[in-house]
């Protein structure tokens, strides 16, 4: 059973940087995508960054130039690298992959999200 964990969220202040990770576990294929979404109380998750199995990225408008997203398809791994934060930049994020089944399609899958606190 393919699962993902998040790991790097924390309490930083602002102007401050943090590093997520995202293990991903029983998959067979390597991920087509890896992505992070975030998603703060009463509001709808929203996609933070993307990068495709040959590291092609994008960006929400609000992280560009501060987040940079990576993986590494030998060791099963995502990366969000976040510098310059701000108290905006709160909330929980969620690793995503999307990966092909043993018998075709794709498949989404999610981590259970790690807290990220900006303070001023």
């Known amino acids: 059973q393919v699962q993902l964990v998040e790991s790097g969220g924390g309490l930083v202040q602002a102007g401050g940087s943090l590093r997520l990770s995202c293990v991903v576990s029983?998959?067979?294929?390597?991920?087509?995508?890896m992505a992070w979404y975030r998603q703060i109380p009463e509001k709808e998750r929203e996609l933070v960054a993307a990068?495709?199995?040959?590291?092609?990225?994008n960006y929400a408008d609000s992280v560009k130039g501060r987040f940079f997203i990576s993986r590494d398809n030998a060791k099963n791994m995502g990366y969000l690298q976040m510098n310059s934060l701000k108290p905006e930049d709160t909330a929980v994020y969620y690793c995503?992959?999307?990966?092909?089944?043993?018998?075709?399609?794709?498949?989404?899958?999610w981590g259970q999200g790690t807290q990220v606190t900006v303070s001023s």
């Open positions: 995503n992959a999307e990966i092909r089944g043993p018998h075709g399609g794709v498949f989404s899958y």
């Open positions: 029983g998959n067979i294929f390597v991920p087509e995508a």
């Open positions: 990068t495709t199995r040959d590291s092609i990225t």
